[in-house]
């Protein structure tokens, strides 16, 4: 009796040790694994000078890109902010979510899912937000998403056009000249974007010394077009063309088009060449501006010494349209809308400088980055960890890349009437503009992006196509949900 007594008391104390052991281990285990630094922008089309898009400026970015992978085709699942958004940082599908507007947030019909920072945070990382990272406006029951983070967020929670200068005493005159565009001379730090910045910067510097995700999202190049002075002048306005393509696709369905009220409704008519070299130039500007702003961050990641501790995560929420098309902003399935820029930088990266034409998507992001970071991730994940195309050991991870909007554009919380669903492979778009409750597919499109990459000829319609529609059309069919109808 006495020998078994002892046995259990030996067999009890050394669960104990063992039970201290792997809490031990489990609460020092972020420490051995990196930070993450998640950088957003909004409304960035793939028009840097990394990507080869002149007349750009984006230096910092750029900079970027030559410490870690930049992704040629990376594609949104939404090109509108909260449906893109909720996609990444949920790791799932906007129907799957039933995300496809601007009010409704990913927790009113799934209160439980746990989001890609929560992720972390329940994993002993802090995770932190500063700036825009889940959708901003129209959702004051949540206001971004407090569950995600280990402490509340901060400059995350306004609309776009409260983001006005502010700075002791008069403001400089405005001189842009054209509706939804401002051109002032003040510091950076008089819109949001300056100040997100210096937030960022003393937030990675009370972080050093613990793991942390910490996101920081900007708000431009988003409208209104208002960078500030020295932005613009980066610019010769000489320099800023016209778009090549101003007219809508020849043969497109009218359903694929729509009516550009963010920008438009500055306009009491159609936008002349002018103001469209104007509003092309404010947008660069602000890209310029708000690269300036990424660079500040960089900068205190490397004077800090978390460089080769960090992996490093830059990404825009969609495209946007600058009269390409006939088309202002985002809100459609064409290339320009659905096309992202994505750069992901590693600690010790052997892809490091390099670009991959790897088709991916950006719900790709969440089990990526729970791969790199050995976390346990949800098993209900859409995307694919894009881990192999990191380290060198593949050149392709998926087939395709999925885009949808639905038809009005912005529904307001009701469900869509149509929704478009957009497959993208190495060659071509095609898109199927279906009835939401048949199924029905109402309209076609298809674009051959080797023969004509801006998307200008709808050949949906031509007989010598038919088979290219009817093998995309059973990829497409295998991602629509709820399943596409007979």
Not at 180 to 190: G, I, K
Not at 352 to 375: F, I, K, M, S
Request: glycine share 6%; charged share 25%; hydrophobic share 35%.
């Amino acid at each position: 009796m006495h020998t078994c007594r002892n046995w259990l008391t030996s067999l009890v104390s050394m669960l104990l040790v063992l039970t201290f052991t792997e809490v031990v281990l489990a609460a020092d285990a972020p420490r051995d694994r990196p930070n993450v630094l998640f950088i957003a922008v909004d409304d960035m089309r793939v028009e840097l000078g990394c990507y080869g898009n002149a007349p750009v400026k984006s230096p910092n970015i750029d900079r970027l890109a030559q410490r870690g992978l930049l992704f040629e085709r990376a594609y949104c699942q939404q090109a509108l902010c909260n449906p893109s958004r909720a996609s990444l940082l949920t790791g799932l599908r906007p129907d799957t979510l039933q995300v496809t507007d601007l009010p409704t947030h990913f927790r009113q019909n799934h209160p439980d899912i746990v989001t890609l920072p929560q992720l972390f945070k329940n994993n002993g990382y802090h995770a932190r937000d500063v700036g825009k990272i889940f959708h901003n406006w129209r959702q004051d029951d949540y206001k971004g998403d407090p569950d995600s983070w280990s402490v509340p967020a901060v400059m995350h929670y306004a609309s776009h056009g409260m983001d006005k200068a502010k700075v002791e005493g008069d403001l400089p005159p405005d001189t842009a000249g054209v509706p939804r565009a401002e051109n002032r001379d003040v510091p950076d730090e008089a819109y949001f974007d300056g100040r997100v910045a210096n937030l960022a910067v003393e937030a990675l510097q009370e972080l050093k010394d613990e793991p942390f995700f910490l996101a920081v999202g900007f708000w431009k190049p988003h409208l209104p077009f208002n960078p500030p002075k020295k932005y613009w002048d980066m610019y010769d306005f000489s320099d800023i063309s016209l778009p090549i393509n101003p007219d809508a696709p020849r043969d497109v369905p009218a359903i694929a088009m729509h009516d550009g009220r963010e920008l438009l409704r500055g306009f009491d008519s159609a936008v002349k060449d002018e103001q469209t070299r104007k509003l092309r130039h404010g947008y660069y500007a602000a890209i310029s501006y708000v690269d300036a702003q990424i660079g500040k961050v960089l900068d205190e990641l490397d004077r800090l010494g978390l460089r080769e501790k960090t992996i490093v995560v830059f990404w825009s929420d969609h495209g946007f349209h600058l009269g390409e098309h006939d088309l202002w902003g985002k809100t459609s399935n064409f290339e320009l809308d659905a096309h992202v820029p994505l750069i992901i930088s590693l600690p010790e990266q052997k892809t490091a400088g390099e670009r991959t034409e790897a088709l991916v998507e950006l719900l790709d992001l969440y089990p990526t980055l729970a791969q790199l970071c050995e976390l346990p991730a949800p098993n209900n994940l859409e995307g694919i960890s894009l881990k192999p195309l990191l380290d060198g050991t593949a050149t392709t991870v998926k087939p395709a890349t999925y885009t949808q909007h639905p038809r009005p554009a912005y529904t307001r919380g009701k469900p869509p009437k149509i929704m478009g669903y957009s497959v993208r492979n190495n060659r071509y778009r095609y898109t199927e503009w279906r009835d939401f409750n048949t199924g029905k597919v109402t309209a076609r499109e298809l674009y051959d992006h080797v023969e004509d990459p801006r998307e200008t000829i709808n050949l949906a319609g031509n007989p010598k196509q038919a088979e290219t529609v009817k093998t995309m059309a059973t990829q497409l069919a295998n991602v629509i949900h709820p399943p596409a109808a007979d």
